[in-house]
């Protein structure tokens, strides 16, 4: 089999393409460090922020007779009064008695109601505070083999399949 010459000319391209000869500006050959894997390094990131929303309240008016006397009052002398009309004797004073009371009872009850039946609605903003998590991305921790040896570095940015190497050490711009 006879090997065909191949034009002098052509040689420094082929020795390109086919990665044989990488120089640096200085013209010395460049070294690379095979990267062997990639993982990036995150941080947790917490954005505290509000969240507000409209509520409808019911808000009583102020009591202007907040014990209640006057219903208390006005339900005794009523109950009073219908309880002397039942019985005789003295059954017609614990008739009086028990109407009394039960009437002061029921009076401060009515009142009670009618106070609550004054409540007016009106919207009230409420807030409260809500943390938003989020990952950012700060390095990457990068493994990579160099004359056999295994190293770890951390980079700002991803590298590829290989990381430069100069005099040695690693080109991590």
Known sequence: MKVKSIPFALVPAL????????ASEDGKAVEYAQVVSVVEVKEVVKTP???CKDVVVEEAEPAKDDKKILGT?????VGGVLGHQV????GKDL???AGAVGGAYAGRKVQGNQQQKKAQPRVEKQCRTVTDTTEKIVGYD???RLDGKEGTVRMNHRP?????VKNGRLVLE
């Open 15 to 22: 020795m390109l393409l086919s990665g044989g000869c990488n």
């Open 49 to 51: 922020r509000e969240v």
């Open 73 to 77: 009052v006005a339900g005794a002398v």
């Open 87 to 90: 019985g005789g004797g003295r």
């Open 95 to 97: 008739a009086t008695v």
């Open 142 to 144: 990068v493994k990579y």
């Open 160 to 164: 590829g399949d290989r990381i430069p």
